[in-house]
């Protein structure tokens, strides 16, 4: 059993909630990556989402594309960022850590030698924005064979066919994007999001994470009750790039902490 399993098969043992934060690797510091990936471990989260730096991105609102321009840079490449993968193993073991990217970096290292790479790293998961299911079959069985999961994204206009071709290759968890826009975007409908959830679950034999437009411990906790985990980006990204650099670390921890309790709390709240 892969660790994302493990993970999400022990928090609805525990009637908990997920918490999948997502940090862009290399940004602000490529010495740092590592460091920081322990402080939202710290914090209590469940789920490491760790982005791959591209200069084209198409699902990346400005603050993570100049998070992934400042990374690139400064050297930082998908071959980077699986070291710092392996370094996060050298103190972790449990963290999943599920690398979040486009697909030409994968492209130019090649499939099979990724799926390696990725495996002797220790990650997880991987998500590729750009790879849609229809096409993503013998990739997803490339991944799956090496002992990593392929996650998907789904969106709001995804067709009840787009869902279950989802279904049939996903594995570890699927990605709900929350709304139509970009990371960061401000508009969240959490009825929105509860209304679209019955009909992923009805052919999606996988939890589901939500992301997109959560910044906050109060929007976390909406959208905790009504999916199986959320995930946090760009607001990650702001705190690491106005923190202090001696104060980014235990900046990171603290804001996970207080997201933490908040999605907690439905469990107390219901009990």
Known sequence: ????????????EQ????????MTAGDPDPARTVEFMHALA????DVIELG????DPMADGPVIQASSER???????????LADVKRFREKDDRTPVVLMGYANPIERMGADAFAV?????GVDGVLVVDYPPEESVAFAEKMRAAGVDPIFLLAPTSTDERIAEVGKIASGYVYYV??????GAANLDVSSIAGKIPAIKSRVPLPVGVGFGIRDADTARAVAEVSDAVVIGSRIVQLLQQASPE????????FIAEVRQAIDSIGTAAR
Request: aromatic letters at 6%.
């Open 178 to 183: 929350s709304l139509k826009g970009v990371t």
């Open 15 to 22: 009637g908990k909630k997920g918490l999948i934060p997502f």
């Open 42 to 45: 710290a914090g209590g989260a």
């Open 117 to 121: 790479a990725a495996k002797e790293a």
């Open 71 to 81: 990374a690139l840079a400064k050297g930082v490449s998908l071959r980077t960022v």
């Open 247 to 254: 104060a980014a670390a235990g900046t990171l921890t603290r």
């Open 1 to 12: 059993m892969s660790r994302i399993k493990n993970t999400f098969a022990a928090l609805a």
């Open 52 to 55: 791959v730096p591209f200069s």
